[in-house]
């Protein structure tokens, strides 16, 4: 019996579903305006004297309706006929953004939409393109934007889609905070990643509101500090933004370091048939790392050795990687450098460079047409162009030439605005300041750098306007102009006024590696007057001065990074020599300065400078060219208060000199985040007159200890330093408290 409606069952099922399926000799399509009958049948995937059943049919509706043609379709089969009937979306005539003032800007979203002018009108398609647009102005920190969507009937199924966009404020981020981890002062952490803090002052600056691509760039920031401070398993999770309320948000980076490793083992393999011989300079610096903090920078200074290596030796067809072993806390590195398929560059081809002229582009590139392909020298040309700081993003591609043997380089380059305002503003123990200027990076798309300041001072005004070319003629060599002029009131301490305008010209390039020399001329008109107090020998001063100078610096640096250095040296010597001048003083200067880590993050810092400033023709050197200490170099004394005098006025010396040690030091509180202390010992002299030996110069060695906070504030950095003068001379001015509060905005 079970068995029989089992039977039965079957039986109905192959009723109904053979009653349902209808075979059909013609099909008719109706409603079609624009799209062509054969088209839809296209994208109904209709096959040919195939019955059709209820199943068959929704398939085909889905097909016709995910077209997106068509705004109502429907599908029967009547008499042996197969008919469709379809209603087409309308044409989109035109889309208008509204809400958006910048063109730049409009045509931005507008490049995001997938339905565009002449589009076919589609329901989803706008909605998605209402989250695109929602997306990139919380991109740009627009979190509060809202957009309708409407439609205007223009006639024969035509329409304009209008999305009303309604910005609202931006999203600032009142305070960024960091949780998880206490490795590191928050004010370091800030300067490492790109958003910042709002503040009123900074008018310009994008990078105070809320930025997802940033945010996602600050990760990637923290992520490589932890990493180059050995922080192998560092995680930057779970960034997010917590309201505050009146448009502010207070962003937060959960940063979880994990434990700290160490190199250990480094080694190399080589092609069988290259001598190791010619990598010797590494096997060096392996010894050099082995226990140091685990450090990608220190990997990339590797992988440029073997840069460097390969191109002095011309090995063409090279390329290496990386392989790392982790064991406990312990790395170990291998460096593979193995033989590759011996390709040759066919074409480079340049895009997206509208402003910057492709001659400037190329110039940075180590490779050509025609050279054979390596993947070290290409990795290297692409990151030059990214140094430029031109571009928003720089995208390569290799892709197969028209011969076997050959490589197509595709370089995708998006620019970016490379324009800044910048002013500033400061007071302290030395006076106020006020500042402005105007700078331009690729000034007519040429890579050519433009700077022009403006600078007042309790003592002066000076202005100045600067012009660099970093490949002159499309060479390697920089070419630079100046402009300058100067107003310098030291009436009152120095017993004189100078009225300064001139210009130089200057030439640099890199001898060799982090080497740099720079040669020029400077020409200079100056006109110094003294006041009715003066000494008989500062009187004699006074005038017109017409001085032109040749001179050239050297410049050796090995610091790890410019910025927030931790490790390494920069060396500088520097001289003036006189070609046209009253008193063809002959200038010299040398700096250097070592920083050394200990302790987790706090830095020792070791500096030397001297100068000097000698008659080469007997004459007196004039007051404008004699020499003060900086005075960052003497802290616990007056600046320039030191060394020879003149009645009441300190007039310099023919040398000076210094000696400097400080050290940051471990943060005791947490709650001083944002401060840094420093503890100091200075050392310094002036000395050398050349014009009266009845003048007071009291040659001896001053020194002095002290400490010093930085504080980060809502309106800016403030320094102040405590200062105890060990030895001084029996004119000098002592100051034991100095401070200074300035911002850039």
């Known amino acids: 019996m079970f068995r029989f409606f089992i039977q039965l069952i079957l039986f109905s099922i192959f009723l109904t579903f053979s009653s349902y399926s209808k075979n059909y000799e013609k099909i008719i399509i109706n409603g079609n305006e624009r799209i062509s009958n054969e088209t839809i049948l296209v994208f109904s995937e209709i096959q040919d004297n195939i019955p059709l059943d ?58 995001l939409l997938t339905l565009k002018n002449r589009s076919a009108y589609n329901v989803t398609s706008v909605k998605n393109d209402q989250k695109f647009i929602l997306s990139y102005l919380k991109n740009n920190g627009y979190y509060f934007s809202k957009i309708s969507i409407s439609t205007r009937d223009i006639g024969d199924n ?171 806390n312990l790395i170990n590195l291998t460096f593979n450098i193995e033989e590759s398929e011996k390709f040759y560059i066919e074409k480079i081809n340049i895009f997206g460079n509208n402003i910057t002229e492709e001659s400037v582009i190329r110039n940075n590139l180590i490779i050509d047409e025609g050279d054979g392909f390596n993947e070290l020298l290409h990795n290297r040309s692409i990151n030059n162009i990214k140094s430029l700081n031109f571009f928003k ?117 890199e001898i060799f590696d982090n080497f740099f020399m720079n040669t020029g001329v400077s020409t200079y008109f100056e006109t110094l007057k003294t006041d009715a107090t003066a000494s008989t020998n500062l009187k004699k001063q006074k005038g017109n001065y017409f001085d032109t100078f040749f001179n050239y610096t050297f410049d050796y640096d090995q610091r790890n990074q410019k910025f927030q250095t931790t490790d390494g040296y920069r060396s500088t010597f520097s001289q003036n020599i006189p070609l046209i001048s009253e008193s063809y003083s002959l200038k010299n200067r040398y700096d250097f300065t070592k920083y050394i880590e200990w302790l987790n993050e706090n830095i020792i810092t070791l500096s030397f400078f001297s100068a000097s400033s000698n008659s080469l023709n007997g004459n007196n050197i004039k007051l404008s060219e004699r020499l003060f200490l900086p005075s960052k170099k003497l802290r616990g004394f007056e600046s320039g208060k030191i060394g020879p005098k003149d009645n009441s006025d300190f007039i310099g010396g023919n040398y000076s000199m210094a000696i400097n040690a400080s050290s940051t030091l471990p943060q005791v509180l947490p709650s001083l985040q944002n401060s840094d202390f420093i503890m100091f010992f200075d050392a310094g002299n002036i000395w050398g007159v050349d014009y009266d030996e009845t003048i007071d110069d009291d040659n001896k060695i001053r020194s002095s200890v002290g400490i010093g906070v930085n504080i980060n504030t809502v309106i800016g950095p403030l320094s102040f330093s405590l200062a105890q003068p060990i030895t001084k001379g029996k004119n000098d001015i002592t100051e034991t408290f100095r401070f200074n509060l300035g911002t850039t905005f």
């Open 393 to 509: 993003s720089v995208n390569d591609e290799v892709v197969n030439g028209t011969l076997k043997n050959q490589k197509i380089i595709n370089i995708n380059l998006e620019e970016k605005p490379t324009g800044e305002i910048s002013a500033g503003a400061g007071v302290g123990s030395e006076g106020s300041t006020l500042a402005f200027g105007v700078t331009e990076n690729n000034f007519l798309g040429r890579g050519i750098a433009l700077n022009s300041n403006l600078r007042l001072t309790t003592t002066g005004v000076r202005g100045n306007f600067d012009l660099n070319n970093p490949n002159y003629k499309g060479s390697n060599r920089s070419l630079g102009i100046s402009l300058e002029s100067s107003v310098t009131d030291n009436l009152t301490d120095y017993g004189y006024k100078s009225n300064k305008t001139g210009f130089s010209i200057e030439s640099g390039y």
């Open 54 to 111: 209820e199943n068959s049919i929704n398939e085909i509706l889905k097909k016709l309706y995910k077209s997106g043609f068509f705004k109502d379709v429907s599908v029967k089969i009547e008499n042996d006929k197969l008919t469709i009937n379809v209603l087409e979306n309308p044409i989109i005539q035109t889309v208008f953004i509204e809400g958006i003032k910048k063109k730049k800007t409009e045509k931005q979203i507008y490049d």
């Open 158 to 328: 035509k329409i304009d889609l209008f999305y009303k966009i309604n910005l609202g404020e931006k999203a600032k981020i009142s305070k960024i905070s960091f949780i998880g981890d206490k490795n590191f002062k928050d004010s370091l952490l800030r300067s490492i990643i790109v958003s910042e803090e709002y503040k009123f002052w900074k008018i310009i600056s994008g990078k105070k509101y809320l930025n997802e691509n940033i945010i996602n760039l600050d990760k990637r920031l923290l992520t490589n500090f932890y990493k180059n401070k050995g922080f192998y398993d560092i995680i930057v999770d779970s960034t997010f933004a917590n309201y505050l309320g009146n448009n502010k948000f207070e962003l937060i980076y959960n940063i979880s370091p994990g434990e700290k490793y160490f190199f250990n083992d480094l080694k190399i393999n080589l092609p069988i048939d290259y001598s190791v011989n010619n990598f010797d300079e590494l096997s060096s610096f392996f010894q050099e790392l082995k226990g140091k903090n685990y450090s990608l920078t220190e990997i990339e200074k590797i992988l440029k050795i073997i840069d460097e290596i390969t191109l002095n030796k011309e090995f063409e067809f090279l390329e290496s990687n990386v392989v790392e072993d982790v064991k406990d």
